[in-house]
């Protein structure tokens, strides 16, 4: 800048440092791009829907879809062992927890790749790509939400520990922000993720009970799915909407030992690749 | 090979203690490049294709980061560094200039005071809440370049972003560029076409392969760029 060159407005220029560094984002970040981040999951929500002639209805017809599929293959063929649930309260409530975090890490595993125009030649703060994929996929958890209080009412088991829903869905959403942080930066340099992630999703609903439950698996194969962080998660919401008598505490555990793993590994992971997002993306 | 970072043979080399992988081979796009421009300067970048333009506003606009060296900037800063850079072609030409909006960090008030002034200066008032895949590449191009100069910033970078309209539409961006620069902002204009650079611009600089040739007024930068690049 020009040494006593008369600001013409006369407010101070705010002044900005760039240098090599290993690491730019702060915790404020996540709040300070909560514009812009709302804007993009609105992109990707309006782009879903247009030119579909059913356009907003598919929120509706998909998950009743997946619910007639899990009933008939769960409730249909098998027996799903719901604790004396009936099944329709039971499916839903483990559906609306699935299918947020399945679609968000389907959308936002390769967040930083589908927008790569973006991230190449816009100074967009990286990190606001993660919220845009999870507020893109708020309207299907809000419809799958509202099925599941209407069917835990209409059946009359909404206990008094429903009043805990708002921190379940904070931890719905912290679990599965953390999952973002940590695959989205390794699919821009391992688009190995982008192979891994269909897997974890077509696998990952027949480990996970959705459609069932875990009270009446052999010992062996109830330890193996109380590993999977969604088993603790379905198990605490089913708990809180469905009083399902005596769930399983150590699924709860580790999954919440599994969000704070992935937040702090997450968090690392994302902070040092984000800046070379443009160069390898 | 350069670029390709990651394969399956490269895996199962790095797997085999006895191979011996060639090293991989590194390029640098910039190289000890220091320059400083003055506040309120139209600011001139030349270089042929390939010379380290885009990589170094990419730099400035904050969108990669240098390995060494610091760029310290006073001011807000507005790249373009690609014409259409930030718009989705499903969305209409209002939702894109919103969107674009946040995405550089202006408040929505901001935005909304810009939207008349883009919409005159694009000239598209009939299609501006028509999706954007139905804009001819004209059309594209002008409500990029519009909403770039529209917006408020300090700083504009503008990145080889007039190759692609009409002879008309670029007379008026160049009036347009010149008009911000009376009123105190600073431009910063990447080409690899010395006419243009060397009408508008008032300083400017020659990058060749990375390394800074020329810094200074125009009319030197564009003398030894014409007489460099004959000598190549």
Redesign the interface.
Known sequence: ??EG?AQ?EGKP?????????KR?LRLRDIWATR??AG??GL?DM??KY??AALGPLWLVIAPLGMLAALTIAFSGVTDPQTSGIPYLPFVLTGLTVWTFISASMSLGAGVITTNG????????PRIALLGGSMVGNLPPLGVLLAFSLTAAIAYGLLPIQALLLPFLLAWLMIFTYATLLLISPVAV???DTLAVVPLIIQAGIFVTPVGYGIDGAPSTIKALLILNPATGLIEAWRWALLDLPDPSIAAIAIAGGWTLLLLVAGWRIFGRLE??F???V | MLGE??SLPQTLASLNPFSSAPPRETFKALSDVSFTV???SFFGIVGANGSGKSTLT????????????????????L?L??VG??F?E??TGR?NV???G????IP?SDVNDSIEAILDFAGIHRHFDT?LKRFSSGMKARLSFATAVCFPA?IYVFDEVLAVVDDDFRERCTTEMQRLHG??KTILFMSHDLDLIGSICSEGMWLDRGVVRTVGKIADVADSYAAGAQVD
């Open positions: 800048m020009l060159n013409p220029l705010p002044v900005v440092k760039l240098g090599p560094t730019r514009r812009v804007m993009i992109r309006r782009v247009k030119q125009p973006l991230v190449r030649r816009s100074p967009l340099k391992y688009r800046v070379t443009a160069d390898f | 970072t990651i003055q506040r309120g990419q730099t400035i606009s904050g969108i990669t980061v240098p390995d060494a060296g610091t760029i310290t900037i006073g001011g807000t800063i790249p560094l690609e850079a930030g989705s499903d969305l939702e919103v969107l674009l946040a995405i550089l960090g929505s999706q300090d009123e105190g």
